[in-house]
Nanobody
Framework: QVQLVESGGGLVQPGGSLRLSCVAS????????MGWYRQAPGKQRELVASIINGGRINYADSVKGRFTISRDNGKNTVYLQMNDLNVEDTAVYYC?????????WGQGTQVTVSS
């Protein structure tokens, strides 16, 4: 049974930073591209960043220069460092394979950017 558990969200003021973590169980982690996704109220879920072994990384235009994705295969963990947050970054953040697998969606972690 594959499980992805996200953590690290919270309430932060505009301009602040957060670091999200996603711990993966099972054997899926090391071999596949992983991504961070987010879903804001009333909007579709979108891919924020993805990373594959070998270092190729992609970001959505809206987060380039502010967010950094990384992974630690030894810890089965993928991270998302988020800097210079703004109110448009408010959403529930999820990790999953890239492209995502329906059955792997977890509960996500809420990020709220507000003054």
């Amino acid at each position: 049974q594959v499980q992805l558990v996200e953590s690290g969200g919270g309430l932060v003021q505009p301009g602040g930073s957060l670091r999200l973590s996603c711990v993966a169980s099972g054997s899926i982690f090391s071999f596949f591209p992983m991504g961070w996704y987010r879903q804001a109220p009333g909007k579709q879920r979108e891919l924020v960043a993805s990373i594959i072994n070998g270092g190729r990384i992609n970001y959505a235009d809206s987060v380039k220069g502010r967010f950094t994705i990384s992974r630690d295969n030894g810890k089965n963990t993928v991270y998302l460092q988020m800097n210079d947050l703004n109110v448009e970054d408010t959403a529930v953040y999820y990790c999953n394979r890239a492209p995502p697998v329906y059955d792997y969606w977890g509960q996500g972690t809420q990020v709220t950017v507000s003054s």
